[in-house]
């Protein structure tokens, strides 16, 4: 079974999004999942070099109550996915442009799921600045990935064009927050749902492609 994960490297729910995911998948061993991670820029104006993350983040949301536990909030969902959250480590909000294209690139070496597990924790437990060529050729490196390899297409522009139209497309098809999973191109369901509603999607998909009987 195919399923699409549109996510933004630098969203928490979307961190949060795939542990519940991957809890609902070891509940069905005997399916085989295709799980394919797609680009989702939460704000493309940010630029290459990144910005300061709480300058940014004081802009976007405030300095109040409202923000501090929308904060607290994040903690304890992570923690109930064992994420242990460290917003206070994370310096720079960074452009996930480069981040994605990694993940794009791991496709090929069928270590997609683990560069994104790896992405987000450098970046929210660990506060590594994941838009930095170096950090994303670590990463890699950690992840068994070609790291001189991984290196030199970063200091191009491969995949640069293609990650921007992956964002596009998702705005075109109405998607206007992450993480949004697609179940084989027919189902879609927005943010980091509970596990149990994954699987009623999962096994929906699965009756409707049984054979009717004769």
Known sequence: MQIDIVSDTVCPWCFIGKRKLERALVQRPDISFDVRWR????????????????AYMRAKFGDNPRSAAMGDALR??????NIAFDFDR???RPDTIDSHRLIRWSASTRKQ????????AAYFE??????DPNVLKEIAAEAGMDADLVGDLLAGDDDRQTIEHEDVLA???GISGVPTFIFENKYMISGAQDSNKILRVIDKVVEEAAPAPS
């Open 39 to 54: 680009a989702f820029r939460l704000d493309p104006t940010v630029p290459r070099e990144g910005v300061d993350r709480k």
């Open 76 to 81: 304890t969902a992570g923690a109930s996915e």
């Open 90 to 92: 994370i310096e720079k």
């Open 113 to 120: 799921n683990d560069i994104v597990e790896r992405l987000f």
């Open 126 to 131: 660990q506060g590594r600045d994941i838009g």
């Open 171 to 173: 705005h075109r098809m």
